[in-house]
């Protein structure tokens, strides 16, 4: 499961205004959790890589690191 809640996320002022991608996200899967929302899901990665300064060298090892 995921290790931060959506509340927890909604007390970050930088990511607070960017909320919507979750509310779409969790919405489209609580009415059909096969629902495609790789473009929300995309667009929340690009925010947390500019929230943590990736580079491209950075965002490429992220995207190429196994998943958990």
Do not use: F
């Amino acid at each position: 499961g995921c290790a931060t809640e959506v509340w927890q996320l909604r007390q970050i002022p930088c990511v607070a205004h960017r909320m919507s991608e979750v509310d779409h996200i969790l919405a489209a899967k609580n009415h059909d959790p096969a629902a495609d929302t790789t473009e929300w899901e995309r667009e929340i990665d690009r925010l947390v890589y500019e929230l943590y300064g990736l580079n491209p060298a950075g965002i490429k090892r992220v995207e190429e690191s196994p998943k958990r």
